[in-house]
């Protein structure tokens, strides 16, 4: 009946005044839409398709306008293309256009590294969503100990109330002394502090929350009451063996190595590239006006628009010969850029590893502690509730009766933290295994 009265005592002021309350999911969702993070690899992911785009259009003739305006004083170029002695104005217009035919495969091998590049930028956005994510978790977890540790402090509030108001009557009774009252008071004082130390570190934990996700309105937030009890059969769910091999294929932090090793490889090829001949295909049009300052008659625009103009059509071929070993280094250095990415990717592969390893023995070891605690609790509620007869009979003194309060106490405190442990360890585990993370 007591738990019920201070179950409802914490959380009554979500019905007194209407906070808003949030499921884990609609944190999640919530920062994920305001994560600055996040909207940089967004931004991230956008580049990359431009990059790509922009590949592929390489392959495109391109298509360019020319104008130009140009003044002679003495002796200048005619129309005819004869050097005469005389100032004059002419006015270009040139259309002209080209296309690759062949630059040593390098527009396709961009293409495809643009390909990576942008596979790498979505799986980075997914990496720093699944980061955010496990942050929330934990965060969430520790208000829902935070609020299981007050629920305790208030207990034991209550508790001491009650011892006070016993020790009046007996000490009113002559059955006890006032020394005893006292320490019952002391005590009643020693768990108001306790209560208020509780509450402050889940307003706390509200607040680390709240700017995790970027929410504003402290005051109006709060979580949804999660019933969390764990039965006696607990066991791990898989071994770090099994985590480690779904996390190789599917973790994002590898995926992202994986696909910049492949993206590397490809600028490797593209640096290569440069040692092939370039084959392009030009052609345009292009016409002038001409106009004499000490002539009396110049031909008109449009006539001369038509008559000086001339297309042309080029096949142009550049064969590498030797540009001062630049080529050479520059595939020297997409190599070292391959090696580098290749030790990042094992560096990534190790660090996995040790990670699975350690969140499976911590979560080893929270389910040990957990097991240990939940026995001690058992035999300090079964302590306490002997040492309390005792003690309503005037058998037992004050501070007989307060260490097997405080004992009884710190027993539930530590289960309550070895079991939040235990399920942060357990959902770690399920994050590697990539099984969402549900409280």
């Not at 003495?74 to 005389?86: E, H, M």
């Not at 050479?328 to 580098?340: D, E, G, M, T, Y």
Request: with cysteine; net charge neutral; hydrophobic share 40%.
């Amino acid at each position: 009946m007591k738990k019920i009265f201070f179950s409802t005592l914490i959380f009554c002021p979500i019905i007194l005044y209407g906070q808003n309350v949030w499921t884990l999911d609609k944190c999640i969702e919530y920062a994920q839409e305001r994560n600055i993070t996040i909207k940089q690899s967004e931004l991230q992911q956008k580049s990359s398709q431009l990059d790509l785009q922009t590949a592929r259009l390489s392959f495109l003739p391109d298509l360019n306008l020319g104008v130009g305006q140009d003044f002679a004083f003495g002796r200048a170029t005619g129309s005819d293309n004869v050097i005469v002695s005389q100032s004059l104005a002419s006015s270009s217009l040139s259309v002209y256009s080209s296309i690759p035919l062949f630059t040593g495969l390098r527009l396709v091998n961009q293409i495809q590294s643009n390909k990576l590049g942008l596979r790498a930028a979505i799986a980075e956005l997914d990496k720093a969503k699944e980061n955010l994510t496990l942050n929330i978790a934990s965060f969430y977890l520790q208000i829902l100990l935070n609020k299981e540790l007050l629920a305790i402090a208030q207990e034991q509030l209550a508790l001491s109330s009650e011892q006070v108001e016993r020790s009046q009557q007996l000490f009113a009774a002559g059955r006890q002394s006032e020394a005893a009252l006292y320490e019952a008071r002391a005590q009643l004082a020693d768990d108001e502090q306790k209560q208020v130390v509780a509450n402050n570190n889940l307003q706390l934990s509200l607040l680390s929350l709240c700017q995790l996700i970027n929410y504003t309105e402290l005051e109006s937030f709060d979580i949804a009451q999660a019933n969390i009890e764990l039965a006696n059969g607990l066991s791990l769910l898989s071994s770090p063996e099994d985590a480690y091999r779904f996390s190789l294929e599917h973790r994002p932090s590898i995926v992202v190595s994986r696909l910049l090793l492949e993206k590397s490889r490809k600028e490797e090829k593209i640096a290569q590239s440069a040692f092939y001949p370039q084959l392009s295909l030009s052609g345009g049009y292009s016409t002038g006006y001409y106009y004499m300052f000490n002539t009396v008659v110049n031909q008109p625009f449009s006539k001369q628009l038509l008559d000086n103009g001339g297309e042309s059509v080029r096949l142009s071929l550049s064969v590498p010969i030797f540009n001062r070993l630049g080529d050479v280094n520059s595939v020297k250095k997409a190599k070292i850029s391959s090696h580098l990415q290749e030790l990042s990717l094992e560096n990534a592969k190790q660090e996995l590893y040790r990670d699975i390893q350690t969140a499976y023995y911590n979560a080893l070891a929270a389910l040990e502690r957990y097991r240990a605690a939940v026995k001690a609790t058992a035999a300090a509620q079964l302590a306490f509730d002997f040492e309390q007869k005792r003690y309503e009979s005037g058998k037992s003194t004050a501070l007989e009766y307060s260490t097997a309060k405080i004992r009884l106490e710190r027993t539930k405190g530590d289960e309550a933290q070895a079991k939040f442990e235990y399920i942060f360890r357990t959902k770690i585990l399920d994050f590697y295994n990539g099984k969402p993370i549900e409280i």
